[in-house]
């Protein structure tokens, strides 16, 4: 492995595997989980760093939480912070293989 700051797995939290996600990398972008305090150049030097690519643009998102009642008891889900990285052409990423 080349050298690869430990940071970059703390701001890069797991990919994100839905339907627009997967409609999503037909035009080169790949969605991650991101750490909450994680700023977009953060983002785009722990992608390119982890997976040896080149980052076109980083655009990010905060998802909020939903509420949950169970059985009179209101709790939330914590909201995450998630990033749609755009790669440049040429480059590509597949989340479901792994590393």
């Known amino acids: 492995m080349k050298n690869i700051d430990p940071r ?3 701001v890069i939290v797991a990919p994100v595997v839905t339907e627009k996600a997967t409609l999503a ?3 080169n972008k790949v969605l991650f989980k991101v ?6 150049p953060q983002i785009k030097e722990a992608v390119e760093k982890l997976f040896d690519v080149k980052v076109k643009s980083v655009n990010t998102l905060v998802r909020k939480g939903k509420t949950k009642v169970f059985r009179g008891n209101f709790g939330s889900q914590s909201d995450t912070k998630r990033a749609i990285v ?8 597949d989340v479901t293989t792994g590393l």
């Open 8 to 10: 970059h797995y703390d």
């Open 25 to 27: 990398s037909e035009y």
């Open 35 to 40: 750490a909450a305090k994680a700023t977009k």
């Open 86 to 93: 755009t790669l440049e052409e040429g480059h590509r990423i």
